[in-house]
């Protein structure tokens, strides 16, 4: 079993659809990152969380710290939020991070 | 993503050659975590450096591969004798404390022919 999964796997959504992804893990966390990464691009760090809510623009991320889950909202969706969504937990020993097998969003205009 | 730098951004090699990829931390950064994407695949950690030491190596295949981070310069991830198999993104990250504020370069795209 992973220690981070993710849901969906695949989403599709019409331009302005409000859209969530989930992310779940299981070992203890001392962060929880959403990152973005678009088709042959490079990753992109939108958010790093250690307790409740954080907002950047159209997105938004929260964490519920006692259920070990975090989700990634965006609201008003446009075509170019079109990514790969990797959630990416660190945790509390150790040195690297878990990795979520990442969303593939599809934002249709 | 500017801050880390990785080179080059894409290299070929054919079976049996070497790759050094070169990631330069952001400035005041001295910890740097390397990753590795193979296609269809999840991101997978490989090795945890700091100046000029490994911390962590416990994702790093036992053989042919090797990571450095010099007191100068950039980390660099060697692979010798590539084979097909090694195709896939390598993403380099670095923060400047332990599991603290990250930053990730845009990757090496290695292809092996």
């Known amino acids: 079993k992973n220690e981070v999964e993710q849901s969906p796997q695949n989403l599709t959504a019409q331009e302005g659809e409000f859209i969530t992804i989930n992310c779940s893990y299981s070992v203890g966390i001392s962060a929880l990152h959403w990152l973005q990464q678009h088709p042959g691009g490079g990753i992109v760090s939108l958010f790093m969380?250690?307790?409740g809510k954080k907002k950047h623009g159209r997105l938004i991320a929260t964490i519920n710290i006692q259920e070990k889950h975090s989700s990634l909202h965006i609201t008003a969706s446009h075509p170019r939020d079109s990514a790969v969504y990797i959630c990416a937990a660190s945790p509390n020993t150790g040195n690297q991070f878990y990795f979520g097998t990442g969303t593939s969003l599809t934002v249709i205009p | 993503n500017a801050g880390v730098m990785q080179n080059p951004r894409h290299l070929v090699r054919r079976r049996g050659q070497e790759a050094r990829l070169r990631c330069s931390p952001m400035?005041?950064?001295?910890?740097v975590y390397w990753y590795r994407q193979l296609p269809e695949e999840g991101l997978k950690f490989m090795v945890y450096?700091?100046?000029?030491?490994?911390?962590?190596e416990s994702g790093m295949p036992k053989e042919r591969f090797s990571a450095e981070f010099p007191k100068e310069g950039p980390s660099i991830l060697r692979i010798q004798q590539v084979v097909r198999g090694d195709s896939a993104a390598y993403f380099c990250?670095?923060?400047?404390?332990?599991?603290?504020?990250?930053?990730f370069g845009s990757g090496t795209r290695l292809t092996v022919v």
């Open positions: 969380l250690s307790s």
């Open positions: 450096l700091q100046k000029e030491n490994i911390i962590d």
């Open positions: 990250a670095s923060s400047r404390d332990q599991g603290y504020g990250y930053t």
């Open positions: 400035k005041g950064h001295s910890h």
